[in-house]
C-alpha cells in the first residue's frame, strides 16, 4: 500500500544509510563519551518534563473536571492552549526576556509548560467520562479521598495517563527548537549541528539511529505496560455524573494556581511578543515579509495536509471496516515514521531526494512527503474513528440494492465520515504549521514560512524582527486548538453539569 510505503520511506533510508557507513565507523560514532552523555542528559529531560506535565496535567485537569472551581469553563480552555504555542516560540519568549535563560533548566521549564496540555486533555476526557461507582464503593469502605483518588480514580484513568506521559516523552525526545534556542545539548541538536553545521552526514544518521532506538524502547515499555495494566470500564446503564468535590477553603488558592500557571504557560509569551511586535514590525516592509511567510506556511500547509489525509482516507477506512491481523500490521507499520523527530525525517528525505528522487528535490511536494510521514498517524486515527461510529448497516443496504463499492464510498461511507475527516485535516494542518525541523531542511530554496523566519531572526538574537512571525503563527494555531478542546466534551459537559 502506498500510504505504508510513504511511511517507511525515512525509517528504511535512514537504516540503509547507516549501514553504508561501516560497522566500524559506527562504533566510532558510538562508542564515545559524548554519545553516552547525550543520552543521558535528552533521557533525562524527557523524564522530568514528562514528571512535571503528569503533576500539571492531571492537578488541572481534576480541578476542572471534578471540583466547583470558579470559571471552569475559562479555566478548561487556558489550560489547552499552551499547546497552540511552539516550544520554539515559547523558548524565544522567555529567552528574549530574561537574560541568561539557557541550558538543562531552562528548556525543562519551557517544554513542561508547553506539553502540560497532552496530559491535561486526554485526562480531564477521562475524568468525564467514568463511571462514579467504584469511588463511592471505596468512600463507602472508609478509604479517604486522597487514597480513593490514588487507587480507584487513577487507575480508572490509566489509558489516558499513559497516553499522554507517552506523547509528552516522544515529543521531548524530537523536539529541536526549545532546546536549539536555549541552548542545551540533546540528540536532535548535536544532530543539526553535524549535518548543517560539520557536513557530517554520517555521523548525523549514525545519532538520528541512536534516538530512534530510544525512542522505539519508550514505545515497547508503553505498550508492555499498557497490556500488563488493568482497563476499567463502564458496563451498562446510564452513567452518572460524578460528584463535584468542594474545595472550601481551597477554592481561591486552586484559582491563584491556576492563574500562575496560565501566566507562566501564556503571560510570558503574550507579554513579550506585544512588547517587541511594533518595534519588529515597523521596519520598512517588515509587514510585506510577515504576509509572504503567512502565504508560504499556509500553502505549505494545506499541500502537507492535503496529501496526508489523501494518503490516510484508505488506512483509516480499512482499520474501521476491516479489521484484522494484516490490518493491525499495516496500521503499526504507519506508525514507525511517528516515532521519528522531524529532524530525522529531514534529513533522511534529504538523502532520498539527492539520490532517487531527485525530480522532488528542493520542491514543495518533498516537503508535502515528509509532513505525511511525520503526521499520518493523527490523519489515520481520525479517519478510523469517524468510520467507526458510522453504522455500518448502512453499507450493507446500499451493498443490496445493487450499488458497486465505489458509489457506497461516494454516497456513503465517505459522507458518514466528513467529520473525522475534517478533524484529521485540521490536525495535520496545525502541526504542520508549527513543524521546524523538516520545514528547514526540505523547503524549496527561497521559500520561508512563519516558523523558518521565526528561526532565522532568533538565531541571531533579532528578538523584535521575530515577533511578528510568532505572534502570527500563534494566533493561526490558537483556532485549531480551541476546536480539539471542544471536541474532547470538556466544555460542553461542563456546562450541562
Not at 480541578?63 to 492552549?81: G, K, N, S
Not at 490514588?150 to 499522554?164: E, F, S
Not at 461510529?389 to 450493507?396: R, V
Request: net charge positive; charged share 10%.
Amino acid at each position: 500500500m502506498v500510504t505504508v510505503a510513504v511511511a517507511l520511506v525515512p525509517v528504511v533510508y535512514l537504516g540503509v544509510r547507516t549501514a553504508e557507513a561501516g560497522w566500524a565507523r559506527i562504533a566510532e560514532e558510538l562508542l564515545t563519551v559524548r554519545v553516552a552523555w547525550l543520552a543521558l542528559r535528552t533521557l533525562g529531560l524527557a523524564a522530568l518534563v514528562t514528571a512535571g506535565c503528569l503533576v500539571l496535567g492531571v492537578g488541572s485537569a481534576f480541578l476542572v473536571v471534578r471540583t466547583d472551581l470558579p470559571a471552569r469553563r475559562a479555566f478548561a480552555i487556558l489550560a489547552a492552549l499552551p499547546l497552540a504555542v511552539p516550544t520554539y516560540i515559547a523558548a524565544f519568549a522567555w529567552r528574549s526576556t530574561l537574560d541568561g535563560f539557557e541550558g538543562f533548566w531552562a528548556a525543562a521549564l519551557v517544554l513542561t509548560l508547553c506539553s502540560y496540555p497532552y496530559v491535561f486533555l486526554p485526562v480531564a476526557a477521562a475524568l468525564n467520562g467514568t463511571d462514579p461507582a467504584q469511588e463511592e464503593v471505596a468512600r463507602s469502605l472508609g478509604r479517604s479521598a486522597w487514597r480513593t483518588f490514588t487507587g480507584v480514580t487513577l487507575r480508572q484513568i490509566r489509558p489516558a495517563l499513559t497516553g499522554g506521559a507517552l506523547l509528552v516523552a516522544l515529543y521531548v525526545l524530537s523536539d529541536f527548537g526549545a532546546v536549539s534556542i536555549v541552548r542545551t545539548d540533546t540528540f536532535t541538536r548535536a544532530i543539526f549541528v553535524a549535518f548543517d553545521l560539520g557536513f557530517d552526514r554520517t555521523g548525523a544518521l549514525v545519532l538520528s539511529s541512536v534516538l530512534v532506538m530510544l525512542t522505539m524502547l519508550i514505545l515497547a515499555g508503553e505498550t508492555a505496560s499498557r497490556r500488563r495494566g488493568a482497563r476499567y470500564a463502564h458496563l451498562g446503564g446510564v452513567r452518572r455524573v460524578p460528584a463535584r468535590l468542594n474545595l472550601a477553603r481551597m477554592r481561591w488558592p486552586a484559582v491563584l494556581m491556576l492563574v500562575a500557571l496560565a501566566g507562566l504557560s501564556l503571560g510570558v509569551t503574550a507579554v513579550s511578543l506585544t512588547h517587541r511586535m511594533i518595534q519588529g514590525a515597523s521596519r520598512p516592509g517588515a509587514w510585506a515579509e510577515v504576509a509572504a511567510a503567512m502565504g508560504n506556511s499556509l500553502s505549505l500547509s494545506l499541500a502537507g495536509a492535503a496529501l496526508t489525509m489523501l494518503l490516510a482516507l484508505p488506512l483509516g477506512l480499512l482499520s474501521a471496516k476491516a479489521p484484522g491481523p494484516s490490518t493491525t500490521l499495516l496500521d503499526r507499520l504507519a506508525y514507525l515514521s511517528h516515532a521519528l523527530p522531524g529532524l530525522v525525517i529531514g534529513l533522511s528525505l534529504v538523502s532520498f531526494g539527492v539520490t532517487l528522487a531527485y525530480p522532488l528535490y528542493q520542491t514543495t511536494w518533498l516537503l508535502a512527503l515528509g509532513y505525511a510521514a511525520l503526521f499520518l498517524p493523527l490523519a489515520v486515527t481520525a479517519v478510523a474513528g469517524a468510520a467507526a461510529q458510522a453504522p455500518s448497516i448502512l453499507d450493507d443496504v446500499a451493498r443490496s440494492m445493487g450499488k458497486g463499492p465505489l458509489v457506497v464510498l461516494r454516497t456513503v461511507t465517505l459522507p458518514l465520515t466528513l467529520p473525522g475527516i475534517g478533524a484529521g485535516a485540521a490536525l495535520v494542518f496545525l502541526t504542520c504549521m508549527k513543524e521546524l525541523p523538516a520545514t528547514l531542511l526540505l523547503r524549496p530554496t527561497g521559500t520561508d514560512t512563519l516558523a523558518t523566519e521565526l528561526w532565522t531572526h532568533t538565531t541571531v538574537a533579532a528578538y523584535a524582527a521575530a515577533a511578528p512571525y510568532a505572534a502570527l503563527l500563534v494566533v493561526l494555531s490558537s483556532v485549531p486548538t480551541w476546536l480539539l478542546t471542544a471536541r474532547t466534551g470538556i466544555l460542553t459537559r461542563e456546562s450541562s453539569k
